[in-house]
C-alpha cells in the first residue's frame, strides 16, 4: 500500500513539472529588476535583446556572457544598438560575400560524372 501512494505520488510530481496547464504562462528566465544608468564600453558588447515586461529594457550580453539591463531610450544605450546592428550587418555582408553563388557554367554533367556533350 505505501508502495503504490508513493508510486502516485511520484507520478503526479512528475506531471506537475511536465504539464503545462491551459492558459498558463511560462515564465522567462531572467528578467530586469533594476536598469544601469552607467554606460558601457561599446566593445565589450556582444549582443542585446529588447525586453517588454514589468518594466521595457534592453539587455545588453557581454563578451564575458553578462547580462546589463539597461533603459533603451537613453544615448548611450542607442549607441551601442546601432553599433552592434552595425557590426552584426557588416559580418553577414561578409559571410555573403565569401559563401556566394558559384558563376554558371556551360557543362552539364550527367549521372555517371561524365561531361556530356553540347
Known sequence: MKLLLLVLFCFCGFTLFTVEGV???VMKRSFCVSLTSKPLPVNSVKS???EEGPMRAVIF?????IKI???PEVNWARGIIR???SRHKRRNMIQTKLMGSQPPTDR???ISG???SP
Open 61 to 65: 550580453v557581454t563578451r564575458r556572457g
Open 69 to 71: 539591463c539597461a533603459d
Open 48 to 50: 542585446y535583446l529588447i
Open 83 to 85: 553599433a552592434v546592428d
Open 114 to 116: 561524365k561531361p556530356s
Open 108 to 110: 552539364t554533367m550527367t
Open 23 to 25: 492558459g498558463s504562462e
